[in-house]
């Protein structure tokens, strides 16, 4: 079965500087994809990046990177020049094997990050 | 373009009451999917569909839930005899479907707002 971990239960990095927030995947499956969604105090889930697992290249979005370390299993979500917007709770997630037929994701625990000025 | 939205917003109910959800898709997205948030925990599946088509219903947690999508556009789910403990954040998301890659960027799933269901 496919797990998701988020290791860090709370964050805090100073605004304008950069900040990674850890995601380890469970699945013996070859083929996934990975995503990261941001969930302001407003209750929002807002998709930020994905990854696919047979992409050679790492994501970027913006200031969003995805640090994807396949044999290790894990695919980091960095954040660049932190800004106090970005102060939520992220959650990574795991899509299982396409069927053709849809998929339905796995979410880890979250991240709460807090931006400070 | 419009996102997805759902209604109501808010919602609460005395125990015992049977509540419906609605959630309207992103135009065009073929894929619907319903999951439960508990406060501080991530998102947790619930069902799916493809067009009107229940495909896969293993998250639901027991036979007072049910979901339908008649017409393949606007789903409702439905919780009968509410109990205390189906207090949660109910989120409706949507997709386009697959490109026959697994995961691939289609594949993203959209969110809505949520309903927040409270149930005394």
């Known amino acids: 079965a496919q797990k998701i971990t988020q290791t860090q239960p709370g964050m805090f990095v100073q605004e304008k500087e950069a900040v990674t927030l850890d995601c380890t995947y469970d699945t013996s499956d070859p083929s996934y994809g990975l995503f990261w969604y941001k969930q302001p105090s407003s209750g929002e889930m807002i998709f930020l990046i994905y990854?696919?697992?047979?992409?050679?290249q790492n994501a970027t979005e913006g200031r969003y990177s995805l640090n994807f370390q396949k044999a290790r299993k894990s695919a980091n979500l960095v954040i660049s020049a932190s800004q106090l917007g970005d102060s939520a709770m992220y959650f990574c997630a795991m899509s299982p094997p396409w069927d053709n037929q849809g998929g339905k994701l796995i979410f880890g625990q979250g991240t709460e990050l807090s931006v400070k000025p | 373009g419009a996102g997805v939205s759902q209604s109501p917003r808010y919602k609460v109910t005395k125990r015992g009451q049977d509540v419906a959800l609605r959630c309207d898709p992103i135009s065009g997205h073929v894929s619907l999917y319903w999951y439960r948030q508990a406060l501080g925990q991530g998102p947790e599946f619930l069902t799916y569909?493809?067009?009107?088509?229940?495909?896969?219903k293993s998250g639901l947690p027991n036979d007072r839930f049910s979901a339908e999508r008649p017409e393949g556009s606007i789903s409702t789910l439905t919780i009968q005899r509410t109990e205390q403990r189906d207090s949660a954040m109910y989120r409706c998301?949507?997709?386009?479907?697959?490109?026959?890659?697994?995961?691939?960027?289609?594949?993203?799933?959209?969110f809505g707002p949520g309903t927040r269901l409270t149930v005394l």
């Open positions: 998301a949507s997709s386009l479907p697959g490109q026959g890659r697994s995961g691939g960027p289609a594949d993203t799933q959209y």
């Open positions: 990854q696919g697992s047979y992409d050679q």
């Open positions: 569909f493809n067009y009107e088509a229940q495909q896969d």
